[in-house]
């Protein structure tokens, strides 16, 4: 008995002594043939050609790799669709470079045209490639594997030995054997052929059609999707209504009259910081606590929102995305009347500290006579107080240690009822004129429960108290699950792919001529393994029992072969050793380089 295993070359016309391999080394892949006939230099031969280089599947790798490559400045560059603010800032700084990233479509990548040619490209490319490597596929698993080549020695893994045991014995505990190791067998001839490994061509087809589907999960969301935000104070409320949102934007296809109705209540926001240590600042709890209700008549129920914990309400997310404080105030004109009362949004420009800017519009006030005196307050507030004596505002601990409040009033006209609109967090000061005590700005920094008095009697400005407020992203994102079910059945086809050896297994029995049974095994694998020989010398063993090694005798050819130090069909297996007496290789030692490439 001997084993030889060599590293497989293509087949060609004569690589096998005249075509022993025949179909036993095609198709153990689905790759479609590559025919080398071109078309005529016509209308349809270029079709044609295009189609054809269109749907190989180098050209949906490169596809796929400029896509990975054309995401990058979308996350790069400001994107119109995210925080057109930061948009309108790189222009203001750039403007060379800001007039040919608009040229090119870097300020929106990805409702760009050139991004939308490579991902529509890249999906006909891998459709045009998987069907008809699926149909393929079907046709191999409803077809038989390739009778044995008529050299079986010529293959990359191959063994022999001689058995007492009848022909018809060891064929048919060959095929029992295949059958029980889930090989895909049959008998031809004086040979049983087997194949095992399907699930690799399964792993591929479901790994390409998985990018499909989240090819289309990514057109879904992007087309169907809506983002908002909404800043809440303590005590405020959302319900997801058009007019509710503080910025709203949607894919070209969703449609605002569609929203669920569900809506939540800010009850309370915990924030707790590290106070010592190089940490000192670094929030530890960020929890919103809400009170949330789903559908026209939904019971009420009490939750959290964290950062990285979102509520999952009526198919959209609601994200904790920021928070800051409100400074609560109560103002009064100069009729005595309180015309304000309520807690006022301040936005940090320090995100670590919390020093925020924050302006109080009061365009209901009047003066003691009775005449129009819109009031305005352009504001300061800190947390923690760090500029006692400096003269200067600024927070230097981001908690509620020592919050102090600074505004300047205005008075005059605030362009509320110009009709053009505003940001509710600046002050137009166009038609405003500042307060002035003696020649001075009138400003004064507060405590929680200190006034300033205006001048001439027109008013006054109580800094009664201090709550929190929280911003949130409400996403709705239909295609997410699809995506998620495409990128899992992605890498369970890479894994089938990657892990699983397709091969091909045929065991030979005929009479000998000194008349007893010849028995060959041969496989041949997709690629290189030393997998395949192993598994060889496996069903050796387990074929032994029915086709055991027969006893060397004196006399016939059978007396010039060297015996096994163990005896056994596979004890010499990936020796390399050859018995020179194989009936069916009459024409001398066969090199393993000539076997075929799977």
Known sequence: MSTKTGTPRDPGPAADGGGDLGAAGSQLSTAPTEDVTFPSLGPLGWARWFWRQLTSMRIALLLLFLLSIGAIPGSLIPQTSIDPVKVDQFKAEHGTLADIYDKLGMFHVYSSVWFSAIYLLLFI??????????????GQLRGRPPGAPRRLTRLPAHTTWRTDAAPEEVLGAAQRLLKKRRF?????????????????????????????VMLVAFAVGSLWKSEGGKLITEGDGFANSLTQYDDFKSGAFFDTDTLEPFGFTLNKFEATYERTGPQKGTPRVFRAHITY???????????????????????????????????????????????????????????????????????????????????????????????????????????????????????????????????????????????????????????????????????????????????????????????????????IGLAGSLFIQRRRV??????????????????????????????????????????????ADDTGPASEAKPDPKPGPAADAGSGSEDPAEPTDSAGPADPSEGARA
């Open 506 to 551: 045929w065991v030979r029995a005929e009479p000998g001529a000194d008349g007893r049974t010849v028995v060959e095994l041969a496989g041949l694998g997709r690629s290189e393994s030393a997998r395949l020989p192993e598994e060889l010398a496996e069903l050796a063993l387990a074929l032994e029992p029915d086709a055991p090694l027969a006893p």
């Open 184 to 212: 895909r067998a049959h008998r031809d001839g004086t040979a049983v052929a087997a194949e095992k490994g399907y699930l690799r061509e399964v792993g591929n087809l479901v790994f390409h059609l998985a990018l499909i």
């Open 293 to 491: 209700f789903s559908g026209a008549d939904g019971k009420e129920h009490k939750t959290a929102i964290e950062v990285n914990t979102p509520l999952d309400i009526a198919g959209s997310k609601v994200y904790l995305l920021s928070h800051g404080y409100s400074p609560e105030v109560t103002v009064k004109d100069g009729r005595g009347k309180v015309v304000y009362q309520g807690a006022v949004p301040f936005l940090p420009q320090d995100p670590k500290n919390f020093t925020s800017t924050g302006v109080v519009k009061v365009p209901g006030a009047q003066t003691k006579d009775g005449k129009r005196n819109q009031l305005g307050f352009q504001g300061f507030f800190v947390p923690t107080f760090g500029g006692k004596g400096s003269g200067s505002m600024f927070s230097q601990f981001p908690a509620l240690d020592y919050p102090v409040l600074t505004l300047t009033a205005y008075h005059g006209d605030l362009g509320v009822g110009s009709g053009l609109p505003q940001n509710v967090y600046q002050l137009d000061k166009k038609r405003l004129k500042q307060y002035k005590d003696k020649g001075a700005p009138v400003a004064k920094m507060m405590l929680p429960g200190e006034t300033m008095k205006l001048p001439n009697g027109d008013g006054s400005i109580k800094f009664t108290g201090i709550k929190s407020w929280a911003s949130f992203k409400i996403s709705h994102q239909p295609g997410n699950g699809l995506a998620l079910t495409g990128a899992a059945a992605a890498l």
């Open 125 to 138: 490319s891998l459709i045009g490639c998987i069907v008809p490597r699926s149909w393929q596929f079907v």
